[in-house]
């Protein structure tokens, strides 16, 4: 899995976080290789969603002191987010 999906390494510890969590707090009995990998694809999908969601969150958290810092209104910070995500549509 790591050598095709390019795994970051923090992904991937985070990742083995998860997974070791898992095994430790459940008391499954797990037979099959089958069922490990997919106990280990789960934990890498949610792995992924959660750093996606740190890295969006930090960077909404310094947009907001930028605009904070600016005293921008509430019209000009939705102005400039529309135009900005019309720059990307295109």
Known sequence: ??????ISDDIFALTMYIFDRFIFKTSLIIINDRD?????LSC?????????NILINNENEQLSLIFSNENYSDEEIFVK??????????
């Open 44 to 52: 890498y999908n949610l792995a992924k969603k959660l750093r996606t």
């Open 36 to 40: 490990y990998q997919l106990i280990a």
């Open 1 to 6: 899995l790591t050598d095709d999906e390019h």
């Open 81 to 90: 987010q529309k135009k900005r995500k019309r720059e990307e549509e295109r």
